[in-house]
């Protein structure tokens, strides 16, 4: 047990958070609150929670992935020229490039829920859902030593 | 996928949907599962165990079968106006269905087979089933317009329950070579014509009408039971034919099965005349028909043509015609035909769900025809690729399209409290389209992905420099692949020369991703490696037969001592043969590492290095005089090949297993210098002498030395051996000899043989693993003289007529041997000091058995030229080495 199991344990939990915090919004919070709100307000809580969501993704979950994530890499000695390299390298580099579009994906559903486009929110939010899926199962996939 | 059925009983009673149409919801959402999974199985590929059987049997075996299980007894229910059994038992049909289904994928992919064969066994037992409910329902019912279909499903399930069968003895590999492939064809032919093209030609007789909405025509019955009686009993025979070995019967089976699919064909083609298909599913059904009238032709030329035990290899371009093209395209058709009516809702709900499954139905097809042409004109790689991407497209496209309107209905059966229905388009509209928008790009942006992860995935092979290149000769055959592992400096460039030399086909498969086309009996290929970096892995891919032993490893030089802290790589830096390098000085074939905790199989058919001797078997005379004197010593670090290609330290007397041989007669003095030359310390016991143990018996340090002076007071064929305790350990290391001491009547002989029988523990002698093995009795093999199966690939030498004495000491440590020469009975025998037959007595003997310990001759006259076995008739133990050949010429 050194620090950087602690590190480690913050960037696991930080995903889990994130990951599950959509998963649960998707799976149980939008069909329940589909099933018992009226129209207005279920866009009220929908707004409200991905509202909060919004901010917990800013302020913690950003913040700690970048920040665990970074400590990580350079711990393991990852260079940018090694981010090319068949095996560690190609899938922590496909594993960013998807983060990233998770995170253009979870951008623009931000945006497009305030601009009044519905479906091309949900269509978003599924796409940063299913997108994140494939991150977690892409960081299973790094070699372990 | 069930969940989605689950659900809907969840839902409030009140808007239950009725429940013929849940249950078959329930149960389709089973068959596009498996379609889907067929689809990963297609694109995972290579990444797979047995991927070619895997994606043939997840598709026949899970998605055909479930259908044809759920939809048979379906249109039996309807036909026969009759009631629906039992949903209960149904479900359970379905399930044990599936649940042996699951058994066999993984028992043949991973095995081990028995569970395979419990699978094939509870399919089998399922199929019977079904037929008996079919049965029944039919006894049951009114005589009625469409009973005679109903004899087409029971025909199928005949079937299937005769082509499991089949596959479970496929599975667990009887019958080999030859045999195999005959089991092979008779397992597909089955299967396909049966089980599945049986069930397809019964349902076309209501469904093809109903398809292109005209009415059955006349004649359909008379039709339908004149073709039934062609095709069942044709295919029966046909089926015989083939495992029977008779080429002309399987053919002119299969040609009465062609005639009835014929005959049943006949009223399908009037309901086109009367009115042109229009639909998707009228294209699709048709298509198939035509891919089945092509396939059955080409079958009947090939079985007409070809010895049954090829027809398996001939049918194997045949595949992706009848799988993609028939199989596939009837079921993708029924489905698009079927799933609205089964999803229900009301007449615009089935307009709209039609509608959806059908969108761009022409495209589809012609993609996916398109593709079955491009495979089963077998073009190259990149054409070939592209075959495969549009069936899997086009069936991809019918998957997505079948999930979304199950889903679609599942929403409408789940009504809402409080929410509004939106009047335009409905909830489904609104609320599923852009999720699964939403899922389509996150599937696309992830599978982009890992594809980028995936590539040059080999890795550090790539940044290996080529440091030179050797070719290895690589043999498939007997369920094992030699050289079983390969070892060469990193950096060598690889070439493999594969051949099967197995009567029935395999492949070779590299972890790398290098692989060879199925290879039949006798046929080469060559494989060239990416300059060697990290230890490879290699099979063959044939279902079950990675797991019957067919595994290869190349593993770079020095890999092998670090990887195991094996004595034996200490003790044998050089450990293994070039027995099938021809021209490299470094690639090694190694021998699999016996101190390695995998069970290893001994190959004895395998070829012994270049260079190997056996130990000569021929007895001489005893030398002259009535004084002997001897120095025996002790040799523990010599490595001797003690079965084919593989080399591991002994403990010997003088360097050989047995020690040297002492000849004399009763009353010769053995005066023998017992030095311990060895490592550590070791004694000697001879059981011809009468001595007080206490001395010459007693156990000696390393560099020590003693006298062990006997009188051979007594004849018979006596064991010596070391006396230091454990002594079951000295002795199975290899630690015993022969002492001869001729009988004073000894008549003459022509030839005089000796063999020392022994039993052999791998591994390091002394070791954790061979004491394991030694104390439970559990030798690896047996041994004559020092090495298994030694004079199968060096014959002992005689003439016929001539009068051979073949003389035998069993050193055990723990198991004796019934001596047997095939073909040639004894006519004397000499065991322990008598003589329990002589030449001339009217009787025989076939076996000479002795105790661990035990000695005596057999003599005998081979009657002719011919190859003579000399074998222990205890069978495992002849089979695990203790087993030679006579080669006996003529006089």
């Known amino acids: 047990m050194t620090w950087w199991a602690v590190v480690r344990f913050a960037h696991v939990l930080s995903a889990a958070l994130w990951v599950g915090g959509q998963l649960t919004v998707s799976l149980v919070v939008l069909p329940l609150a589909r099933r018992l709100l009226d129209e207005q307000r279920r866009a009220q809580v929908m707004r409200a929670v991905g509202r909060r969501f919004g901010v917990f993704t800013g302020a913690v979950f950003l913040p700690v992935q970048l920040g665990t994530g970074v400590a990580l890499a350079w711990r393991k000695g990852v260079t940018w020229e090694s981010l090319g390299d068949p095996g560690y390298g190609r899938i922590l580099a496909a594993k960013l490039a998807l983060f990233c579009a998770v995170m253009v994906a979870a951008g623009l559903h931000g945006w497009a829920t305030g601009a009044g486009r519905p479906a091309l929110a949900r269509a978003m939010a599924v796409t940063a859902l299913v997108g994140s899926v494939g991150v977690v199962l892409l960081a299973t996939a790094l070699p372990a030593t | ?891």
Request: some cysteine; proline content about 7%; overall charge neutral.
């Open chain 2, 1 to 891: 996928m069930t969940s989605v059925g689950i659900r809907i009983e969840k839902g409030p009673p009140t808007a239950a949907p009725p429940r013929r149409a849940s249950w078959h919801l329930r149960a389709n959402a089973i068959v596009v599962g498996w379609l889907a999974l067929t689809v990963v199985v297609a694109l995972a590929g290579e990444a797979l165990p047995a991927p070619r059987w895997l994606l043939i049997h997840v598709f026949l075996l899970g998605a055909v079968s479930t259908a044809i299980l759920i939809w048979s007894e379906h249109f039996t229910v309807a036909l026969l106006r009759a009631r629906t059994p039992e949903p209960r038992w149904s479900l359970t049909r379905l399930a044990v269905l599936n649940a042996g289904t699951v058994a066999v994928l993984a028992g043949v992919a991973v095995g081990p087979w028995p569970v395979a064969a419990v699978g094939a066994g509870a399919v089998v037992g399922v199929v019977l089933w079904h037929a008996a409910v079919l049965v029944m329902l039919v006894r049951r019912a009114l005589p009625g317009r469409f009973g005679h279909v109903i004899g087409w499903y029971v025909a199928a399930a005949g079937a299937l329950a005769a082509g499991g069968t089949l596959g479970g003895l496929l599975a667990a590999h009887v019958g080999h070579g030859a045999a195999h492939e005959r089991l092979h064809a008779a397992h597909a032919e089955v299967n396909l014509l049966g089980w599945v093209g049986l069930t397809v030609l019964g349902t076309l007789f209501t469904l093809w009408p109903t398809v292109l909405r005209t009415r059955m025509p006349e004649g359909t019955r008379k039709a339908s039971r004149a073709g039934l009686r062609l095709a069942a009993p044709g295919l029966a025979v046909a089926v015989a034919g083939l495992l029977a070995d008779l080429r002309w019967v399987a053919a002119a089976g299969l040609a009465a099965y062609a005639a009835g699919a014929l005959a049943a064909a006949a009223p399908l083609a009037e309901a086109v005349r009367a009115r042109r298909p229009h639909t998707g599913a009228a294209w699709t059904l048709g298509a198939a028909i035509v891919w089945f009238e092509v396939a059955l032709a080409v079958d009947l030329v090939v079985v007409a043509t070809r010895p049954p035990g090829e027809v398996a290899a001939a049918l194997e371009p045949l595949i992706p015609l009848v799988l993609v093209g028939f199989v596939a395209q009837v079921l993708l058709g029924s489905l698009l035909h079927l799933l609205p009516a089964v999803l229900g809702g009301g007449p615009a709900r089935f307009k709209e769900n039609a509608a959806l499954l059908e969108r761009g139905w022409a495209v589809r097809l012609a993609a996916l025809n398109a593709g079955v042409v491009l495979l089963a004109l077998r073009v190259p790689a990149p054409l070939l690729l592209l075959g495969w991407a549009l069936v899997a497209a086009s069936v991809a496209a019918f998957v997505i399209l079948a999930v979304a309107a199950l889903v679609r209905s599942r929403a409408l059966a789940v009504p809402r409290d409080g929410a509004a229905e939106p009047g335009d388009g409905g909830p489904g509209r609104t609320a599923g389209r852009p999720a699964l928008a939403g899922v389509a790009a996150g599937c696309v942006l992830t599978a982009a992905a890992v594809v980028v992860a995936a590539t040059g995935g080999s890795g550090p092979a790539t940044t290996v420099t080529a440091t030179g290149s050797r070719t290895v000769e690589v043999t498939l055959s007997g369920m094992s692949i030699r050289p079983a592992v390969i070892e060469a400096p990193a950096g060598t460039v690889l070439t493999l020369r594969v051949t099967n030399a197995d009567a029935q086909r395999h492949d070779l498969r590299l972890a790398t991703g290098e692989r060879t086309p199925m290879l039949a009996a006798g046929q080469s290929a060559t494989l060239t490696l990416a300059p060697l970096g990290e230890t490879v892995e290699g099979w063959c891919t044939v279902a079950g037969h990675r797991a019957a032993g067919m595994t290869m490893r190349i593993v770079p030089a020095g890999a092998l001592a670090r990887s195991t802290d094996g004595p034996m790589d200490a003790a044998a830096p050089g450990t293994g043969h070039t027995g099938h390098s021809a021209e490299d000085g470094d690639a090694r074939a190694a021998s699999p590492d016996p101190a390695a905790a995998a069970p290893v199989r001994l190959d004895l058919a395998a070829p012994f290095s270049p260079g190997w001797k056996p130990y000569d078997a021929t007895l001489e005379p005893a030398p002259g005089g009535a004084e002997h004197a001897v120095e025996i010593r002790v040799d523990d670090s010599v490595v001797r090949e003690v079965a084919p290609g593989v080399r591991q330290r002994v403990w010997t007397f003088d360097g050989t297993v047995p020690g040297p041989v002492l000849r004399g007669k009763i009353g010769d003095v053995f005066t023998v210098t017992f030095v311990n030359g060895g490592t550590m310390s070791h004694g000697i016991d001879f059981h011809a002498g009468a001595n007080a143990p206490d001395g010459v018996m007693r156990t000696i340090a390393p560099g020590e030395r003693l006298t062990y002076r006997f009188r051979a007071e007594h004849a018979g064929a006596w064991l010596y051996h070391c006396s230091t305790m454990p002594m079951t350990q000295h002795i199975a290391g290899g630690m015993y000899g022969a002492v001869v001491i001729d009988p004073p009547d000894l008549a003459r002989a022509d030839r005089e043989f000796l063999l020392v029988q022994g039993e052999l523990h791998l591994g390091e002698p002394g070791g954790d693993a061979q004491v394991a093995k030694i104390r439970e009795g559990r030798p690896d093999g047996w041994m004559f003289n020092g090495t298994a199966a030694g004079y199968d690939h060096a014959p002992l030498k005689a003439r016929a007529g001539e009068r051979v004495r073949i003389w035998a000491v069993a050193a055990g440590p723990s198991s004796g041997t019934a001596l047997h020469v095939v073909g040639a009975p004894f006519d004397t025998v000499y065991k322990e000091g008598a003589y329990l037959l002589r030449a001339g007595d009217p009787g025989g003997a076939q076996v000479l058995d002795l105790a661990p310990a035990q000695g005596g001759f057999a003599e005998l006259v081979f009657p002719e030229p011919g190859t003579y076995p000399v074998v222990d008739h205890t069978m495992r133990q002849a089979e695990g080495g203790a087993h030679g050949l006579f080669e006996v010429s003529a006089p």
